[in-house]
């Protein structure tokens, strides 16, 4: 799955499902490096498995609008400046406008994941035991509504090739120790509420997302990977949501749903996945690009 370039001065190190990872070319084999360049590339990812074919113009769009966030949340927006990962101005050549670069950090094997409204597994989670992530919630609940307050449900950040897997608030102090456990859920919780408060501005409801964290050598906690695109994020469309009929109505997506419903209608995780029909990957591409003009035009 890896689309490992020819990128002169760096060497390519690793591939994720959504992202390649490259070193300075002088870096020995098997050492760290201080910097890193990030590539997003276009493939797609869904319930852990990257998809054929991919999605033209996504890793541009994602990029584009992680750089926005961290720029926002560094201070832009006129909040405190939240530490990142980010090192130097993207590149000019073949991966413009889809790289970063950016501080190696010791990443924490944590997905930390923030809900401010009920869906996807958490709604499954919730038709079954009445509870999120073990959080009880009040009853009552429909598939999509706000919860009373944002809730923290980690996960388990599985080694590539395996299934990320929810726990609780006490494994993660397990992985990462007690401070830096509640320094991983405040800064989450506090990112959300700042970031779904400038989505509302735009009309835009911030329904989930999913951060990840890294350390640097100094022992600086900063945010990395990708934040708040519309591949980590749900993303609905505010007035569809209050005036909304019915579920998929309300959830008007801008992001990875339309590729998740159409796979999980078409797919029983056995075996390999279907390709996308090119009427998905055109609905997907054309949501991303009006999420990102969206928020920030
Ligand atoms: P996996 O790591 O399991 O492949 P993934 O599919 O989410 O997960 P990608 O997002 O495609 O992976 O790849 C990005 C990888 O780079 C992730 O493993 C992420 O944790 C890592 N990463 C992101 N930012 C940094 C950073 N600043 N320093 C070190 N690693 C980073
Ligand atoms: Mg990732």
């Known amino acids: 799955m890896s689309d490992a370039l020819d990128i002169p001065g760096w060497k390519h190190v690793y591939s994720g499902k959504v992202r390649d990872l490259y070193v300075p070319a002088e870096t020995p084999d098997g050492a760290e490096a201080p910097s890193m360049l990030v590539v997003a590339s276009d493939r797609v990812s869904a319930f852990d498995v990257v998809l054929s074919p991919g999605i033209p113009g996504k890793g541009e769009l994602l990029t584009a ?16 400046s939240v530490p990142n990962h980010l090192a130097g101005e993207p590149l000019p050549g073949e991966v413009e406008g889809r790289a970063m670069i950016v501080r190696s950090l010791d990443m ?9 409204y009920l869906t996807g597994s958490g709604w499954s989670e919730y038709v079954k035991h009445g509870t999120v992530c073990g959080i009880a919630l009040p009853a009552g609940l429909r598939n999509g509504d706000r919860l009373p307050e944002p809730i923290y449900t980690p996960a388990y950040k599985a080694p590539l090739g395996e299934h990320d897997e929810n726990i609780t608030y006490a494994q993660t102090i397990d992985l990462v120790g007690a401070d830096r456990a509640a ?3 405040d800064r989450s919780l506090e990112i959300y509420r700042r970031a779904a408060a400038a989505a ?6 911030l329904a ?14 900063r945010l990395a990977d990708e934040v708040l695109t519309s591949d ?4 609905w469309d505010a007035e569809a949501w209050q005036t909304g009929a019915t579920p998929s ?3 008007a997506s801008f992001d990875k749903q339309i590729v998740r419903d159409w796979l999980a209608a078409h797919w029983d995780k056995q075996g ?6 090119a009427e998905i990957i055109e609905r997907t591409v054309a949501r991303y690009r009006e999420l990102l003009e969206r928020l920030t035009v």
């Open 65 to 80: 609008l992680s750089l926005w966030w961290f720029d926002q949340l560094a201070g832009a927006d006129g909040g405190e």
């Open 108 to 116: 924490l094997p944590v997905e930390c994941v923030v809900r401010g």
């Open 183 to 185: 320094q991983l859920r």
């Open 200 to 205: 509302e501005a735009k009309g835009l409801i």
């Open 208 to 221: 989930d997302t999913k951060f990840e964290f890294g350390v640097d050598d100094d022992g600086v906690l």
């Open 232 to 235: 980590s994020s749900r993303y």
């Open 249 to 251: 109505e309300r959830m």
């Open 272 to 277: 390999e996945p279907p390709a996308l029909p």
